[in-house]
């Protein structure tokens, strides 16, 4: 593979990468958003849904630092 589609094949796997890493952050911003709804009126059913989406965030930032990690490791073997 020449230098030039191994740097345009880099560059698309780095694209893809960020727009994951784009959806995560509107996923996240979702689910904070009822958490918060639901921590205004603390039922059952909304601790439960609050706790949910605490985990939710957690799983999303744990996906987001993965897909960080695999950024870097691209641009490191990219180099």
């Known amino acids: 593979m020449t230098q030039e589609k191994r740097a345009c094949a880099t560059d698309e796997v780095l694209h893809r990468i960020n727009d994951a890493r784009d959806a995560l952050h509107d996923v996240r ?24 989406c605490a985990q939710a ?10 897909l960080a990690l695999a950024a870097d490791l691209v641009k490191g073997g990219a180099q």
């Open 57 to 66: 965030v957690n799983k999303v930032d744990d996906i987001g630092a993965r």
């Open 29 to 52: 911003s979702i689910v904070t958003l009822v958490e918060m709804a639901t921590e205004h009126n603390p039922t059952d059913e909304n601790n439960a849904i609050s706790f949910a």
